[in-house]
């Protein structure tokens, strides 16, 4: 019998498509990361000045809330009520609030009964990391 014989062709040839998955995953990353870094800190706020204070490693889970000089919460760049507020840290907490952190941006010339409000949310849920993001001294 008769093994059959194949052409052959002697050029090099180039397998593109691991080229293609690799710009495809690529794309999709920037994009993801891009949409994040839009929706972190979008609002404009004047951070009060410490004279203390630390730098700390941001928690993989956690919420950033934006209290505005007028007194409205902001958070993922959307204006949210107080119950909005407290239905997305409930969200947020699951069912592990030990490993769950609050972040605050109050601006240096909001009351500071707004900011207030979520301190005392915060205990409500098992969430006792709360931190704040001001401006350090110059």
Known sequence: ????VRPRS???LVNLTPLIDVVFNLVIFFLVASHFA???????????????????????????ITVKPDG??????RE?????????????VGDDPEGYAV????????????????MTLCPKYGVTEVG???LGEE
């Open 1 to 4: 019998m008769r093994t059959p």
């Open 10 to 12: 002697f050029g090099v």
């Open 38 to 64: 839009r929706s972190e800190t979008v609002e404009e706020v004047d951070l009060p000045r410490a004279t203390q204070s630390s730098e700390q490693e941001e928690p993989p889970r956690r919420l950033l």
């Open 72 to 77: 409205t919460y902001h958070t993922g760049g």
């Open 80 to 92: 949210l009520s107080l119950q909005e507020v407290e239905r997305a840290l409930e969200e947020g």
């Open 103 to 118: 972040q605050i941006r109050g601006d240096r010339h909001a009351a500071f009964g707004e900011v207030e409000k979520l």
């Open 132 to 134: 704040f993001k001001v």
